[in-house]
């Protein structure tokens, strides 16, 4: 599976962005998809996640209430919604996909993974 992220950018605290992530001719059904996240000198982590059937979601606590993780198997692609940013989101976002049991899983239960799009959130 192919994935490529998109949406990232320069906003302003309080900000709102929506990032996607599309694959290539693959559809994302029996996948647990997820975003995460990577800022400077520190490790990645994981932001939401969507279980393989759909109706499983997970946040991160630092995000709950203000991102929003969805996905359209029909257009195969999924979004994460980011409202309210804070400078703390400031961080490079991945797009990832797995087919392991583990829910949510870590980074390393993820084989395919988008080439990152930076968020960056000034003050």
């Known amino acids: 599976v192919q994935l490529q992220a998109s949406g990232g950018g320069l906003v302003q605290a309080g900000d709102s962005l929506r990032l996607s992530c599309a694959t290539r001719?693959?559809?994302?059904?029996?996948?647990?998809t997820a975003w995460f996240r990577q800022a400077p000198g520190k490790e990645r982590e994981l932001v939401a996640a969507?279980?393989?059937?759909?109706?499983?979601?997970t946040y991160a606590d630092s995000v709950k209430g203000r991102f929003t993780m969805s996905r359209d198997n029909a257009k195969n692609a999924m979004y994460l919604q980011m409202n309210d940013l804070k400078p703390e989101d400031t961080a490079v976002y991945y797009c990832?996909?797995?087919?392991?049991?583990?829910?949510?899983?870590?980074?390393?239960?993820?084989?395919?993974w988008g080439q990152g799009t930076l968020v960056t959130v000034s003050s």
């Open positions: 990832a996909a797995q087919l392991t049991s583990s829910w949510p899983g870590r980074a390393s239960d993820y084989s395919y």
């Open positions: 001719g693959r559809s994302f059904r029996g996948y647990t």
């Open positions: 969507i279980g393989w059937a759909g109706t499983s979601t």
